[in-house]
């Protein structure tokens, strides 16, 4: 009966989202709003909460994250990586000042304190590396001058997250320096490690997996960046940059092939985790403090869209890819939850969960709808600026 009532709801799911993916084409906006929503509607406090299938989804949850930023990886190789990230430097260290702050001064202004400070900082200042991926790919932007400047921001901000997330583990448990000081530094070595492997290499591991075969090649890359994702976050360091630096080693006509074999199998478990985002949010915890994370969310706008244009400008960027850009960096999703998650289990201010749910679902939500609406505004004032400069 149980592997029945999973069978069921499992089914429902994937069906449900075929349904509202194909309501949003015909509508041309971005599925991922409907599909947070429908994530509400069947998670805690929702109109019928599943009974059986939560911890298959959250499985699958993990896996769309690293298939979204496999596939980001495979569209660059490790020297344009590289170059753009130290080109980037300084629109990273921008982002980093201008996202965290809001987090942290408004958890000191609520009175929570300093550790639920430093927690706040990183869930408004991580963008959703998995969401940003798939508007990239929706709108076809992944071609574009600004999305290596994009890709540079966020694997800096993965980076970052590589150097936060054992830091704020060790102030949430109260340990002490020593023991704080081993964590960073085991995960500061799993980085190194995997940046030496994937970028020095990279032709090692494309002999490894390259494959004539369709099958035995997608079970191969599939296999291998599941593998490193796991091994990363065991070491304390985000899956999603394992997965991408896989990506990055494969490169040329072999990373085209395993591209057009991914695509349906990527856009499958990026559905079910933007769901599973919307499970873990309870409505009827929102609402105290909607109004904040409202507040929250518009300020972060616009610090992430100063970063974005920032960044892009430094790059030799014309406006219209500068926006682009600072659209591109809004949403915020996985990193974020997984930030809020660790201080409320530590006993931080009950109040920080909800607020960052809502913070988040805000931006997660908005984001691709932003990007959606107003990519053409963009093309029609950069027509309108051509026409301008050159009338004949």
């Not at 170059?83 to 000191?108: C, E, F, H, Q, Y």
């Not at 985000?238 to 990527?266: C, K, N, Q």
């Amino acid at each position: 009966m149980h592997g029945a009532i999973l069978l069921i709801e499992l089914g429902a799911i994937i069906l449900g989202l075929g349904v509202l993916g194909a309501l949003a084409l015909r509508v041309g906006i971005s599925p991922i709003p409907l599909y947070l929503i429908a994530g509400l509607a069947f998670g805690t406090g929702g109109f019928y909460p599943l009974a059986t299938s939560e911890d298959f989804i959250k499985v699958g949850a993990e896996i769309g994250v690293i298939l979204l930023l496999l596939t980001l990886g495979l569209e660059y190789n490790a020297d344009e990586l590289m170059t753009s990230l130290k080109s980037n430097a300084r629109g990273g260290l921008m982002d980093l000042v201008l996202n965290a702050a809001p987090g942290a001064i408004a958890a000191l202004l609520l009175g929570w304190g300093p550790v639920a400070a430093v927690a706040m900082a990183g869930v408004t200042y991580a963008t959703s590396s998995g969401i940003t991926a798939k508007v990239l790919s929706d709108l076809g932007w992944i071609g574009n001058r600004e999305t290596p400047v994009v890709l540079s921001l966020l694997v800096f901000e993965d980076l970052t997250m590589a150097f936060y997330l054992p830091v704020l583990t060790a102030v949430l448990s109260g340990a002490s320096l020593l023991s704080g000081a081993v964590t960073v530094g085991i995960a500061l070595a799993a980085v190194t490690v995997v940046l030496v492997v994937a970028l020095r290499y990279g032709r090692f591991i494309e002999a490894f997996v390259s494959s004539p075969n369709s099958e035995v090649l997608l079970l191969k890359v599939v296999g291998l960046a599941l593998l490193v994702a796991g091994i990363a976050a065991e070491l304390q360091v985000s899956s999603a940059v394992g997965a991408f630096l896989v990506g990055i080693a494969v490169s040329g006509e072999l990373a085209h092939d395993t591209r057009e074999l991914l695509m349906p199998l990527r856009d499958m478990f990026a559905a079910v985790f933007f769901v599973f985002f919307g499970l873990q949010t309870d409505p009827a915890a929102i609402w105290p403090v909607a109004g904040l994370a409202l507040l929250l969310a518009v300020i972060s706008m616009g610090t992430k869209l100063a970063t974005g244009v920032y960044a892009a400008r430094r790059a030799g960027i014309a406006k219209a890819g500068q926006a682009r850009a600072g659209i591109a960096m809004i949403p915020r999703g996985e990193f974020n939850i997984v930030i809020a998650g660790l201080a409320v289990g530590a006993g931080a201010h009950p109040d920080l969960g909800p607020l960052a749910a809502a913070y988040v679902l805000i931006l997660a939500a908005f984001g691709p709808l932003a990007a959606r609406l107003l990519q053409p505004l963009i093309g029609y004032f950069t027509r309108t600026r051509e026409v301008i400069a050159d009338p004949g």
